[in-house]
Nanobody
């Protein structure tokens, strides 16, 4: 069983950048698909991006394409979400999630029910 802890959330101005980290313990990250979800006040939690464990193929929801980048460093048991050109609509609690699967296939779009392990989230606020 894997435990996930997110970090890196902050208040940032529109156009700014942040890098979120998701550090795993209890198991090695290389056997899991990793996804980032977010939940804004009054909204349902939505899948933002995911990265496969098999070949590191990634998926991005349309609204973040070209601005967000997901990556993983299995040697550090950590996944990252690099967020650039942030917009007020990116304001949300961001959650890291893991799905135990390391076979072929595309990981996206990430859906809540597919993921067994979740972090507690980190708050991202984009405001001037």
């Amino acid at each position: 069983q894997v435990q996930l802890v997110e970090s890196g959330g902050a208040l940032v101005q529109p156009g700014g950048s942040l890098r979120l980290s998701c550090t795993a313990s209890g198991s090695t990250l290389d056997r899991y698909i990793i996804a980032w979800f977010r939940q804004a006040p009054g909204n349902q939690r939505e899948g933002v991006t995911c990265i496969s464990s098999y070949d590191n193929r990634s998926y991005y929801r349309e609204s973040v394409k070209g601005r967000f980048t997901i990556s993983r460093d299995n040697s550090k048991n950590t996944a990252y979400l690099e967020m650039n050109n942030l917009k007020p609509e990116d304001t949300a609690v961001y959650y890291c999630a893991a799905q135990s699967y390391n076979g072929p296939g595309f990981c996206g779009p990430p859906l809540n029910y597919q993921y067994d392990y979740w972090g507690r989230g980190t708050q991202v606020n984009v405001s001037s």
